[in-house]
């Protein structure tokens, strides 16, 4: 399996941007995705999650309400809409997808270990 994200850039704060994933996979509507991000100096850290179906969503206290998960297991991606966005949000941003079958709970989501596949990052920065 294999994961490009794409989309991060330089955004002034309070401005928006979209970060799309791109699955090469043949099973990609049977696996728990999830979004996680890694500032200078700092440990990765869990951002949002997304079930299967789609139906069900999870997020980081510091994002809920302004960033959205969502995916098209037709298309095979995943995206991450971020609104009003803040210098805290600078980071690298991460999709990574778990094994088919699995199913992560509001817990297991979080954890950088439920995942067995990683995309390569894509960078963003906003600026203050």
């Known amino acids: 399996v294999q994961l490009q994200a794409s989309g991060g850039g330089l955004v002034q704060a309070g401005g928006s941007l979209r970060l799309t994933c791109a699955a090469e996979?043949?099973?990609?509507?049977?696996?728990?995705m999830g979004w996680f991000r890694q500032a200078p100096g700092k440990e990765r850290e869990f951002v949002s999650a997304i079930t299967w179906s789609g139906r069900t969503t999870f997020y980081a206290d510091s994002v809920e309400g302004r960033f959205t998960i969502s995916r098209d297991n037709a298309k095979n991606m995943a995206y991450l809409i971020m609104k009003s966005l803040a210098p805290e949000d600078t980071a690298v941003y991460y999709c990574?997808?778990?094994?088919?079958?699995?199913?992560?709970?509001?817990?297991?989501?979080?954890?950088?270990?439920?995942?067995?596949?990683w995309g390569q990052g894509t960078l963003v920065t906003v600026s203050s």
């Open positions: 996979d043949h099973t990609f509507s049977n696996r728990f």
């Open positions: 990574a997808a778990t094994v088919s079958g699995v199913f992560a709970n509001r817990t297991s989501s979080r954890n950088p270990t439920t995942y067995h596949y």
